[in-house]
Each structure stands twice: as C-alpha cells, then as structure tokens.
C-alpha cells in the first residue's frame, strides 16, 4: 500500500474514531454505546495491524510506526479508562467491563510497536495480535 493511500487511511480512521469516542465518553453504557465502542476496538486494532504489517514489510518509517502506533494506543487506553469508570446497564456491565480489558490489551499491544517501531519481528507479532483481537481481514 502507497504510503499516500495509508496517510488518507490513517486520517479517516482517525476522524471517525475521535467522532465515536467523543460522542461515548458520558452516561450509561447502553447496547448501542457498547456495540460503537466494541467496533471503535475493532477500528483501532485493524489499523494497528496495518500498521504492524507495513512494519514489518519495511513499508514504513520507524518514526512513522512509532507516531502512529502512539496515536493508537492512547486512543485504546482511554477507551479502556472510560469502560472500565462509566456505569453500565446492569444487563451488560460484564461486556462493558470485557470491552474495558480488551481496550488495555490493545493498547499494551500497540505499546510495544511504538517502543521497537524498526524490528520486524516485533511487527509480525503485533499484526498477528491485532489482527485476531479486531477481527481484521
């Protein structure tokens, strides 16, 4: 992939995720709040695992990979920080608080490309991480 093409990847992410995280931060954790925040984690581990996976490849900067798997990880950590604090229906709160630990997973994940953003293998571990925590195709 361009590097181009993952620069534009990057900041539609990015904009979508700041619109869902803003708008889920407050209140009561409902079913429609969680499934926002559960395909948020799904967002951010994908593009973490693109990012991995061009890492890997030596397909990107180390700066680059260092930024952008920062970026990542404190958008994880501060999901996991709002699952784990905000009040949940009663229904759900076992899944909210799941989420909130699936959150802390990615984010220590996402950790470790940002603190080794040049070793490949540390790469290929992070994508195939990432990749099975979010799902990712």
Avoid: F, W
């Avoid at 869902?20 to 969680?34: I, K, S, Y």
């Avoid at 009040?87 to 080794?116: C, F, G, M, N, T």
């Avoid at 953003?117 to 571990?125: W, Y």
């Amino acid at each position: 992939m361009g590097t181009c093409l993952v620069l534009i990847l990057r900041a539609v992410v990015l904009a979508v995720l700041v619109a869902l995280v803003a708008g889920c931060n407050g209140g009561t954790v409902d079913r429609h709040a969680l499934t926002n925040d559960a395909a948020t984690l799904d967002s951010i581990a994908c593009e973490g695992a693109l990012l991995a996976r061009n890492g890997a490849a030596g397909k990107t900067t180390a700066y680059y990979a260092r930024e952008q798997a920062e970026e990542l990880r404190i958008q994880a950590s501060n999901l996991a920080d709002a699952l784990a604090r905000r009040p949940a229906l009663a229904s759900i709160e076992a899944r909210v608080r799941a989420k909130a630990r699936l959150a802390a997973r990615l984010a220590a994940i996402l950790q470790r490309l940002h603190d080794h953003p040049s070793d490949r293998g540390v790469a290929r571990t992070v994508e195939a991480r990432l990749t099975k925590l979010g799902g990712c195709s």
